[in-house]
């Protein structure tokens, strides 16, 4: 099973909820919603009252993606806010085992994410510890920009990789996706797939459908 995770940062926050309407009317089942702090990453998006207003508006799995520096500090506040899975990046924190273990306490699922010029290797000793791992296609911090080719040998390792230690794991892909590439990414091993600009420039009913086919759903 394949998911489409449509990135909110590209949605028109000022119909949001209307947007939010068409996403799930279309048969979107999980939200991605990026958590810059400006320090981790180059720019600043939303925050926990931020997600707590849209949780007010759907009921779709909230995919949350911290690019933040130590997230351990506001898990409990996500998980308020209506997280579903919280997901941290490698180069963000000083102890990924507890970090883990504090996301999972507090009662969310858990994703490891590692940035276009980390090695991909450093994720093997949480594979058996983590929910998910998501690949990032481009330098997190903007919408709308162009897929870094390298991330689908990354989707290939931790396919190979996972595959005796957590076969259920969830592996994630992140940044330029769009319908010429998505069918390159799924061949790799990704199985949530997250647009933002695709989803969100032009008709969104027509382009969730249009990926929802591509992704086999
Ligand atoms: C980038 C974010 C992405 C972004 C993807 O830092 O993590 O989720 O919104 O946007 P597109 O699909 O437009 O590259
Ligand atoms: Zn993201």
Same mark, same amino acid.
């Given at each position: ?68 520096? +130590? ?19 490698? +180069? ?26 980390? +090695? ?98």
């Amino acid at each position: 099973m394949n998911i489409l995770s449509p990135s909110l940062l590209s949605i028109d926050f000022n119909n949001i909820e209307k947007n939010a309407k068409i996403l799930d009317a279309a048969g979107v089942k999980w939200y991605h919603l990026d958590v810059m702090d400006g320090a981790f990453v180059p720019n600043i998006s939303f925050g926990q009252p931020v997600i707590k207003s849209i949780r007010k508006i759907t009921k779709a799995f909230f995919d949350v993606h911290l690019m933040i520096n +130590e997230p351990k500090r506001y898990i409990d506040s996500f998980k308020d806010a209506g997280a579903d899975l919280l997901t941290v990046h490698y +180069e963000a924190c000083e102890n990924i085992d507890e970090t883990i273990e504090l996301i999972k306490k507090a009662g969310m699922k858990v994703g490891l994410s590692v940035n276009p010029e980390t +090695e991909i290797e450093v994720v093997k000793p949480y594979l058996d510890k983590v929910d998910m791992i998501l690949v990032m296609s481009v330098h997190p911090g903007f919408g709308g920009q162009k897929f870094i080719p390298s991330a689908l040998d990354k989707l290939e390792w931790v396919k190979r990789e996972s595959q005796n230690i957590n076969p259920d794991i969830l592996i994630e892909v992140d940044g330029g996706i769009n319908f010429e590439n998505v069918s390159d990414v799924l061949s790799a091993g990704a199985n949530v797939i997250v647009a933002g600009s695709a989803c969100f420039n032009g008709d969104i009913s027509e382009n969730v459908g249009r990926f929802n086919k591509l992704l086999g759903e």
